[in-house]
């Protein structure tokens, strides 16, 4: 993750950003004054040395408070489910840890439904690979890993999990057994995801919001030194099965095969009247 805010379009005032957690005070919405002009607090290009009383006071709070009114805003949005708001306030009350996120609400997105897919596809292309190298009665295990993102690579988004999380992992574990029975070939994949973020702020972006102008990403920074802020960690994990059989033609099954076994076959003496796979598997 790289950004993370509550988006607020302006007129009507509809929350684009997910809600956030309580802040525990009861005055924490005032709006923004676009009579004031854009804030450059936080700005990459104006020094910040955390030591100064005006910019750990002054300065701060009203940042704080835009961030208030963001939060609010992005719990009463009807249309989000409230984490990306969660995620700003957990970080402005300094709670650090991990969150855990529900899995069910991260697979409502369709890039993770992408990548879910992506997935179920390249084990159908494994099974149907590896099963016309069995012999008949063999069965075998194959694992493997891979670890594919959440990509976000534009600079604006109206999907909740964008203002979240923004581009995160997903680090998956396959466990595939095939067994073959005569010409069929049954595969069963046990797939386990494991998705993680870090809840935290890349200094040199910033997002502009209607109503509130440009955030820098800095600026939430430096609550971290003035306010006690906090980065975390995100953290969410479930599991799919995948069955399926497959029909082995006699005729591929065994040129596959040959293919299969030819590195084994390299460095061994096989009696005549045997092909390689023949007596690997006899």
């Known amino acids: 993750m790289s950004f993370v805010l509550v988006l607020v379009l302006s007129i009507p005032v509809i929350s684009l950003q997910s809600g956030f957690a309580h802040s525990g005070t009861g005055d924490f919405f005032p709006s923004a004054n676009p009579d004031q002009g854009p804030s450059e607090f936080g700005s990459p290009n104006k020094s910040f040395s955390g030591s100064s ?34 995620n700003l306030a957990r970080f402005m009350e300094g709670k650090g840890g991990v969150k855990y996120i529900d ?17 179920l596809k390249d084990i159908q292309s494994q099974i149907e690979q590896i099963a016309p190298t069995l012999a008949d ?16 690579n534009k600079a604006f988004y109206f999907t909740e999990l964008y203002w979240a999380s923004g581009t995160s992992t997903i680090k998956v574990s396959v466990t595939l057994d095939l067994s073959r029975d005569g010409d069929i070939v049954q595969a069963h994949a046990d797939v386990f995801l494991d998705w993680r973020d870090r809840y935290d702020w890349d200094p040199f972006k910033s997002v502009v919001i209607p109503g509130y102008g440009r955030i820098y990403d800095r600026a939430n920074e430096m609550l971290q030194f003035c306010k006690g802020a906090k980065p975390f960690s ?11 059989s497959v029909r082995i033609d006699a005729e591929v099954g ?8 030819s590195e084994q076959c390299k460095d061994i003496v096989v009696p005549e009247g045997y092909s390689c796979v023949e007596w690997l598997n006899r």
Not at 254 to 261: K, V
């Open 103 to 119: 899995s069910e609400w991260l697979r409502s997105f369709d890039k993770v439904r992408a990548i879910e897919n992506s997935l």
């Open 137 to 152: 009665g063999e069965s075998r295990t194959v694992r493997y890993s891979v670890s594919p993102q959440v990509i976000f």
């Open 234 to 244: 995100m953290a969410s994990s479930w599991k799919l099965n995948f069955d399926t």
């Open 254 to 261: 065994r040129d596959r095969a040959l293919l299969g076994e």
């Open 53 to 86: 009383f005006l910019e750990c006071t002054k300065e701060v709070d009203a940042h704080v408070k835009t961030l208030k009114s963001l939060v609010f805003l992005g719990r009463i949005n009807p249309f989000w489910g409230g984490v990306a708001a969660d």
